[in-house]
């Protein structure tokens, strides 16, 4: 019903704008004086200290986190992250001892390959640690320690809030666990917390622009085709952006990391394909401008999102801008996943798609 959408036409929509606040109720729990406090962890600093590495493992919009959690993650800890799909995890053979940290992300907490491949990291040896929205689901009950994304029920089949909530705790094991280890300066380690708390608040100013995100839906909403390029975390997120778009809208896209195009997509670009072009990243903002330019030059229609800083020289290459706004470089994806999510909706209201109940897909997978 109307009610149960809060007067929003899809429960997508109540969802995206419901960010800052399931973002806030998160985070700031777990922050006392500066500090994050994360009290329902057992890990301790001897067993980070012997961890050779972080095996991360999950599915869809979980996995993208993932992505997004590797760079975040190696730079914080200097340990060694490695991302896999749930569903390849079990059959790979995977290299997984006692000093192996499993990072489990599921939303549902009960996605089958997640689990199986839970079941498998922890017979290896593994350590279990999981990021999950429901609380006592399977997932969370077979863990060593569970971190809950306190992001509320999420009906939508395409999720948005339980993953900027999974993005948000990445953040804060991410500050912990450096913390522990000795692998973050006290500077540093300040400056993001002060940025965590900032960005609900980023999170609404981008909310409420969000028909300048529609306006670029109208234009765009009938291309058949859609690229989405970026480096480093920009290509994290052009992976869940390209993710969203695909499932509810039913437009192919790719996501690529822009320095892979020359070696096959480019040959895709044509007068009127559309890319969309993340250069948040501020150090790899030129080189991002650079592969930019490459599409541009063959006739690509091109909509760019960067932060508020490099917004005008943008504007002068690419077609159509969306900024956010700045803040540490490392938190970029959480503010770059929202128009993402709206221009993937926009797109889907426009193309008059199913958009809570996308056609063969479910909110969470339980058969393999
Ligand atoms: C399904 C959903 C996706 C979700 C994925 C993993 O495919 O449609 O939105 O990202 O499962 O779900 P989980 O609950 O494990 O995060």
């Known amino acids: 019903s109307a009610a149960e959408k809060g007067g929003y036409e899809h429960f997508m929509a109540k969802e995206i704008m419901e960010q800052p606040k399931a973002f806030r109720e998160t985070v700031f729990p777990r922050i006392h004086e500066g500090r994050v406090a994360l009290d329902e962890l057992t890990v301790t600093r001897e067993y ?32 060694n992250v490695e991302v896999t799909l749930a569903s390849e995890f079990r059959y790979c053979d995977p290299i997984v001892t006692h000093r192996t940290l499993a990072l489990v992300i599921s939303q549902s907490g009960e996605t089958i390959d997640t689990l199986a491949a839970l079941r498998e990291a922890r017979r290896l040896g593994a350590r279990v640690l999981s990021i999950v929205n429901v609380v006592g689901s399977t997932i969370a009950r077979e863990s060593d320690d569970v971190l809950y994304t ?61 028909e300048d995100v529609q306006y670029f839906a109208s234009i765009y909403f009938n291309h058949p085709s859609i690229f989405f390029i970026g480096r480093n975390i920009d290509y994290a997120v052009g992976m869940e952006g390209s993710l969203k778009l695909k499932e509810i809208s039913y437009i192919h896209s790719e996501a690529y990391a822009a320095g892979e195009l020359k070696h ?103 058969v393999e």
């Open 48 to 79: 980070l200290e012997g961890l050779d590495k972080v095996c991360i493992i999950a599915c869809g919009s979980s996995y993208h986190v993932g992505m997004a959690a590797k760079y975040t993650l190696e730079r914080l800890l200097r340990k």
């Open 150 to 210: 306190w992001a509320g029920p999420e009906i939508a089949v395409a999720t948005t809030k339980a993953y900027s909530t999974q993005l948000a705790l990445v953040y804060l094991i991410g500050l912990c666990f450096a913390d522990l280890l000795g692998t973050i300066g006290r500077a540093e380690y300040d400056e993001i917390v002060a940025e965590l708390l900032r960005i609900p608040a980023k999170l609404e100013s981008i909310l409420e622009h969000r």
């Open 264 to 366: 096959g997509t480019i040959s895709l670009i044509e007068p009127g394909t559309l890319v969309v072009a993340l250069a948040s990243y501020g150090k790899l903002y030129e080189k991002l401008m650079s592969n930019v330019v490459e599409v541009k030059s063959r006739g690509a229609d091109v909509l760019g999102l960067t932060t508020r800083t490099h917004a005008e020289a943008m504007a002068k290459t690419v077609d159509h801008v969306i900024a956010v706004p700045d803040t540490h470089p490392m938190l970029l994806p959480t503010l770059d996943v929202v128009p993402m999510q709206l221009f993937a909706y926009y797109v889907a209201l426009m193309r008059g798609c199913d958009i809570d109940k996308p056609r063969n897909l479910a909110k969470s997978v339980t």
